[in-house]
């Protein structure tokens, strides 16, 4: 079996539009789409991962929540960062 290369790229672009699409829409309805992110600890990986997604969620109107906590920080103590 030959292996086929797959282009994400034109993939995700659809993707990207048909999003901000469904965003518009929702804002003409007075809604407002959104994405909160909760994060513990501060791995770099994730910290890339959740800016990626802020990212993407800007690029299309969709609202982004983030709430970020330390480890071993209890609920109550004061909540996290919130942003």
Known sequence: MTAKL????P?????MM??????AG?????????LATVRVGD???SVGYVRKKHEACAA???????????YGQREGNGGGNQR
Not at 6 to 9: D, I, M, P, Q, R
Not at 11 to 15: D, L, N, P, Q, W
Not at 60 to 70: K, L, S
Request: charge should be negative; aromatic fraction near 2%; charged fraction near 30%.
């Open 26 to 34: 929702l804002r003409e309805a007075r809604m407002v789409a959104g």
């Open 60 to 70: 299309v109107g969709v609202r982004c929540m983030d709430a970020e906590y330390q």
């Open 6 to 9: 797959l282009e994400g790229l």
């Open 18 to 23: 048909e999003v901000a699409g469904r965003a």
């Open 11 to 15: 993939v995700a672009e659809r993707v």
């Open 43 to 45: 791995d770099p990986a």
